[in-house]
């Protein structure tokens, strides 16, 4: 679905250009790689931020921000609104959200499925949710609640999950499906994350892909993820964002993108960090494959995948 135009938009007092993320290769933007974007001949399609870094009201941040929103299309993407928590949407973190997308007037807006915080305290981690009716209602609450304040949809990202809860009832798929239906959110796809979970809980992630509601997917994310093993010495992988996208990642991406159409893709790496060529280069392998099945979709983009 696409989306509306912030208000300030609307009201003709728009700060930056009115540009959607376009069907291109994006990445996450680092401090360290600043100059590097703004100066090279590669022009990349689109930058992402972790809304968490801008809540405060000035600085060098925001300054090397808006010079870089002047040029680029940009996606905010929050870790600290909790959608899943039982304690509800801490207001005051939902009331920085809001002035950081008021004034960088972002083309998306996205958060986890996921909770992170108790009562007053918070965690480093992104925690899964029991999939349930309970929990479904109250995250569909949650993403009304932010989306109203916000005054525009928002996307809701696929987890990355490590353990699976007894009181689950529904399979992940429908309930992302019914959460997107009944809230009106659209959906990020990030496909490293149901790679790491498909092996994880031993599931088929092609299956998983055929039962995801692609028609809703509005960006995509890619990331490297990390090999473990679990008290019982099977294979764990961890979503750690701190390498080049796997092999296996890329033929499932092949897979969306032939089933979708060329659709706003980031690679994430949040983790040791490598200098911008290397992430270039990563954004440009996105490029090739979006160029390549892009034009040949089976089904279009926003077309279920059957």
Known sequence: MPHSAPASQHAGTSRFPNTPL?????????????????????????????AENYMGDGGPVHQALAAVRAEFPLSVHGVGL????????????????????????????????????????????????????RTLDRVVSHIVQIQDRLKRPILLENPSTYVAFEQTTMQETDFIREIACKSGCGLLLDVNNVFVSATNHGWKPLEYLRKFPL??????????????????????????????????????????IIQTGALPTLVEWDNDVPDWPVLRREAQLVEAVLDRLGPASLLGSRHAAG
């Open 82 to 133: 909790s959608i899943g928590s039982e304690s509800g949407i801490n207001p005051l973190h939902l009331e920085r959200l809001a002035r950081v997308v008021e004034r960088y007037e972002p083309a998306m807006v996205s958060e986890h499925l996921a909770w992170s915080s108790h009562d007053a305290g918070y965690f480093n981690d992104l925690l899964p949710v029991p999939y349930n009716s």
């Open 215 to 256: 028609e809703l997917v509005e960006e995509i994310h890619l990331a490297g993820h990390a090999e473990d093993v679990d008290d019982e010495g099977d294979l764990l992988l961890i979503d750690a964002h701190d390498r080049p996208v796997a092999d296996a990642v890329w033929k499932l991406y092949e897979t969306v």
């Open 22 to 50: 376009p069907p291109r290769a994006g990445a996450g933007l680092k401090a360290e790689h600043i100059d590097a974007v703004l100066t090279d001949d590669y022009r990349i399609g689109f930058l992402e931020v972790h």
